[in-house]
């Protein structure tokens, strides 16, 4: 039996603070975890190293928003429309958040 592609997609975003929204995704079957940490890439991925998330991780993709070139991995083309969409609509939270506190 073929072992399965987890992908991990990081995506910075920048509303006064810097935040990391990250996706999991277990090949085509879907998304398996979805979070935001407050921080750098570096932040999210010690914070998920505390956890269970990152021991299959094959593949890790950074700044997945403005992929040029298609990427060969299970899931990412046919998710990755829903998930530009997921950070939007938490950005535009986060950012909501920031200019009324």
Request: charge should be negative; glycine fraction near 6%.
């Amino acid at each position: 039996m073929k072992k399965e592609v987890r992908t991990l997609l990081m995506q910075t975003l920048d509303c006064g603070d810097t935040y990391v929204m990250y996706a999991l995704l277990r090949g085509l079957k879907g998304l398996e975890h979805v979070g935001l940490v407050k921080g750098t890439y570096v932040d999210a991925l010690n914070r998920l190293k505390e956890t269970s998330i990152l021991d299959e991780v094959n593949i890790v993709i950074t700044d997945f928003y403005d992929l040029k070139e298609p990427v060969d991995a299970p899931g990412v083309k046919e998710y990755l429309p829903f998930l530009k969409k997921l950070i939007d609509e938490t950005s535009s939270l986060i950012c909501l958040k920031h200019v009324t506190s």
